[in-house]
């Protein structure tokens, strides 16, 4: 027999177990919903500012936020600033940027505290590539909390490659204890390496929580999914296509929206009815 159905695609038998895991979710005591943003809650737009979680999701997050015991929290690779406009935070929100690097939990601001040695290796790693987008027509140096980006996106395969090894070739003497990141037509070097399962491990200890739900689209999101403990009850949901270590996987943000949608109903239920 030959399955036509698209890889990422749910058949029944695993929607059926994810309802399941849902549910199960729903009763754990103390839950936290550890999200990326981009792709998972909010489709990919053209102006990155201008992206917004879906009305359904937003819906579903503002009614768990609202319940006790329960904790919403974004996980993006976004800088921080920039996920506190796309998610429209308010000051309790729980939020980790630039790929784990940058917390904020509520009022509780974790400032970056870089030490002499990060900042001097940051102003040098800045000089070197800042001469190499300079020298190469088509390229673009973004300016990160504890790196940078080179963007390439306007060159060809061959020109692409040619700057991705000229930019390791120019960090390379500038360290090696910088972490790289290869992106989709961008190449990013920080000088402080975390990552999304650091930003989920910190999140788990701030909110105490007994069970933690985290979904992502991308790559990065490997890292979140891999300190998911499922044994205990922790719920990781990969959201389109891809090689993933997620239990589940789901379609799209649409697909997302409704497993909110469905978690708000189930733990409103428990919740009210066990202060009732
Ligand atoms: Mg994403």
């Not at 058949?11 to 754990?28: D, I, K």
């Not at 972490?179 to 105490?208: M, P, W």
Request: no cysteine; aromatic share 4%; glycine share 10%.
């Amino acid at each position: 027999m030959t399955d036509t159905t698209p890889s990422h695609a749910v058949p029944p038998s695993a929607a059926v177990a994810l309802a399941t895991a849902v549910a199960e979710l729903a009763r754990t005591e103390r839950l936290l919903l550890a999200l990326d943003f981009d792709g998972t809650l909010a489709p990919f737009v053209d102006v990155p500012k201008s992206a917004r979680a879906l009305p359904q999701a937003k819906a579903a997050l503002d009614r768990l936020e609202a319940l006790p015991d329960t904790w919403v929290a974004y996980v993006s690779g976004r800088p921080l600033s920039s996920l506190e406009t796309v998610t429209e935070a308010d000051a309790d929100a729980l939020l980790i940027g630039s790929h784990g690097v940058e917390i904020r939990f509520g009022r509780d601001g974790v400032s970056l505290d870089l030490t002499d040695d990060e900042r001097a290796t940051l102003e040098q790693l800045g000089r070197v590539l800042g001469a190499l987008v300079e020298s190469v027509p088509g390229t673009r140096l973004e300016v990160k909390p504890v790196g940078f980006g080179v963007h390439y996106r306007l060159l060809d395969g061959d020109g692409g490659a040619d700057v991705v090894a000229r930019a390791h070739q120019a960090a390379a003497g500038v360290g090696d204890a910088l972490t790289i990141r290869d992106g989709k037509d961008i190449i990013e070097f920080s000088v402080r390496g975390a990552n999304k399962g650091d930003g989920i491990q910190r999140l788990r200890e701030y909110t105490r929580a007994t069970a933690v739900l985290f979904a992502g689209d991308d790559v990065t999101d490997e890292d979140g999914f891999a300190v998911l403990r499922t044994d205990t009850g922790d719920l990781g949901v990969k959201v389109g296509e891809g090689e993933t270590a997620a239990q589940f996987r789901v379609a799209d943000e649409r697909a997302i929206a409704t497993l909110l949608t469905l978690l708000a109903d189930a733990r409103g239920a428990t919740r009210s009815s066990s202060t009732a």
